[in-house]
């Protein structure tokens, strides 16, 4: 424990000169908020979309405006010079649409509650739009007649990708590029789940160019637990971890270990993997997130 400690330091002494990057208070189980709100505020993308927010009249509204409240929270950890503020704005903004205190969330519910409140309480169209864009999944099916080789496209979105933890043959899969593979992989269809193209098709494989930018890890049983967020700062690709009101480096060994390592002392396992795409594939493509559950 004390050589854990010893590694994950704090970066910067406390007092007014602490210029880090600053953690949130866990008010009543919040550990799980805490971890998704560090999540979106450190995607630079998600900050620019919420500095152009229009700001609500009534003050009524904006108490029950989750992107003003986040908005809020945002420059409260821009301007501090302290290690950890209070999130109780937010958090009581979002009791007002049933997310309560004092219970264990499980982290992807909580993200697509977060995330549709946000879609839908922003006005303006075009933000709307490109906070859709950001956080969505895009992905091509396409299918080849094995007969006359005439190829359909079909295209789905989602906010999330549910992978397999077994391959076709009930073999387990054993590292996050085979699940990634077993999901992509193609498929000849046949019997009831034939597509028509006279009598048969089949799944090419499509290719996502996404690198990690953050892990959402829980610690403890499905129905008691912890949650902390490892998150890559974009200005530097430097990797910090968000456990509450504590914020620390990390190495990327840190990062790996939390895939199938018993030996950590928090015992913390990966359960949220959230992707942006690479720099040199954003002209070619408007995705730039994608969360892998």
């Given at each position: 424990m004390k050589k854990k400690t010893e590694k994950l330091r704090y970066l910067c002494s406390v007092g007014d000169s602490y210029k880090g990057p600053v953690g949130l208070y866990n008010i009543g189980q919040t550990c799980c908020l805490n971890s998704l709100l560090?999540?979106?505020?450190?995607?630079?993308?998600?900050?620019?979309?919420?500095?152009?927010?229009?700001?609500?009249?009534?003050?009524?509204?904006?108490?029950?405006?989750?992107?003003?409240?986040?908005?809020?929270?945002?420059?409260?950890?821009?301007?501090?010079?302290?290690?950890?503020?209070?999130?109780v704005e937010l958090v009581s903004c979002l009791q007002k649409?049933?997310?309560?205190?004092?219970?264990?969330?499980?982290?992807?519910?909580?993200?697509?509650?977060?995330?549709?409140?946000?879609?839908?309480?922003?006005?303006?169209?075009?933000?709307?739009?490109?906070?859709k864009t950001l956080y969505t999944i895009r992905i091509q099916e396409s299918m080849v007649c094995l007969d006359c080789n005439v190829k359909n496209h079909r295209?789905?979105?989602?906010?999330?990708?549910?992978?397999?933890?077994?391959?076709?043959?009930?073999?387990?899969l054993k590292t996050l590029e085979d699940s990634l593979h077993c999901f992509f992989q193609p498929r000849k269809l046949s019997g009831q789940n034939k597509c028509f193209c006279e009598e048969c098709g089949k799944l090419t494989y499509w290719q996502q160019?996404?690198?990690?930018?953050?892990?959402?890890?829980?610690?403890?049983?499905?129905?008691?637990?912890?949650?902390?967020a490892y998150i890559c700062n974009p200005a530097d690709g430097r990797?910090?971890?968000?456990?509450?009101?504590?914020?620390?480096?990390?190495?990327?060994?840190?990062?790996k270990r939390t895939y199938g390592n018993c030996?950590?002392?928090?015992?913390?396992?990966?359960?949220?993997?959230?992707?942006?795409?690479n720099e040199n594939q954003l002209a070619s493509s408007p995705d730039t997130s994608m969360t892998v559950r």
């Open positions: 560090q999540m979106f505020i450190m995607n630079m993308n998600f900050t620019k979309i919420l500095k152009s927010i229009t700001m609500p009249r009534e003050l009524e509204e904006r108490k029950r405006s989750v992107p003003y409240q986040l908005l809020l929270l945002l420059e409260k950890m821009q301007d501090s010079r302290l290690r950890a503020i209070w999130p649409y049933n997310v309560p205190l004092f219970v264990d969330h499980d982290a992807a519910q909580l993200f697509l509650t977060l995330w549709n409140l946000i879609q839908s309480q922003i006005t303006d169209l075009e933000l709307s739009e490109r906070l295209d789905s979105s989602m906010l999330t990708l549910s992978l397999p933890l077994f391959d076709t043959d009930a073999q387990p160019q996404y690198e990690l930018f953050a892990v959402i890890a829980h610690m403890g049983t499905a129905s008691h637990g912890h949650y902390c990797w910090f971890c968000f456990n509450d009101s504590n914020v620390c480096w990390v190495t990327w060994e840190d990062i030996h950590l002392y928090w015992g913390e396992t990966a359960y949220l993997l959230v992707y942006k795409k």
